[in-house]
T-cell receptor
């Protein structure tokens, strides 16, 4: 039973386009929703994160949108660049449970020049 | 500044062999954890620790043991390797606080034949 479901599994976008990745969760106790970026051969690295009391967070070209009632959150990559080609993971955690991360299945993004 | 260091980077084991994956962090983080990454399944938590001498099971603990005798080190032991344990293993560490960023090592690619 996957507690965090991520879609799509992969996407191809042209340079300058918008990449959108969606995640849905089941456990309403989750209180922290980070996104991690992973390049081939490397470990995941934190990209951006949001708390459930905020509906949107923007850092540069990356934006998280959060819909608490629908139990969904998404990552938007604006003006996608070839250097953004990577695998992206959404995740969720519960502070009271030691901040253990529950990950989605990942989305492989390819930005074509 | 080394961060989280995992050794070895690659390992091939025969079914039934045992081995220890090493993980060390130099950031004085309280929390440490082990994940395995399999295609389409994201990262799944194997074991985690909230401090020296304290460990607990994650989502997929069977076949693995951990111990944490120091703040810096968190080794993962495979007791009797099975082909189903072929995966990429990541160690991560973080501070104890809410919204704490998890820092990942570069991973160990393990193949069990």
């Amino acid at each position: 039973q996957q507690q965090v479901k991520q879609s799509p599994q992969s996407l191809i976008v042209q340079k300058g386009g918008i990449s959108i990745i969606n995640c849905a969760y089941e456990n309403t106790a989750f209180d922290y929703f980070p996104w991690y970026q992973q390049f081939p051969g490397k470990g995941p690295a934190l990209l951006i994160a949001i708390r459930p009391d905020v509906s949107e967070k923007k850092e540069g070209r990356f934006t998280i949108s959060f819909n608490k009632s629908a139990k969904q959150f998404s990552l938007h990559i604006m003006d996608s660049q070839p250097g953004d080609s990577a695998t992206y993971f959404c995740a969720a955690s519960i502070k009271a449970a030691g901040n253990k991360l529950t990950f989605g299945g990942g989305t492989r993004v390819l930005v074509k020049p | 500044n080394a961060g989280v260091t995992q050794t070895p980077k690659f390992q091939v084991l025969k079914t039934g062999q045992s081995m220890t994956l090493q993980c060390a962090q130099d950031m004085n983080h309280e929390y440490m954890s082990w994940y395995r990454q399999d295609p389409g399944m994201g990262l799944r938590l194997i074991h985690y620790s909230v401090g020296a001498g304290i460990t607990d099971q994650g989502e997929v603990p069977n076949g693995y043991n951990v111990s944490r005798s120091t703040t810096e080190d968190f080794p993962l032991r495979l007791l009797s390797a099975a082909p189903s344990q072929t995966s990429v293993y990541f160690c991560a560490s973080s501070y104890r606080g809410y919204l704490a960023e998890a820092f990942f090592g570069q991973g160990t690619r393990l193949t069990v034949v």
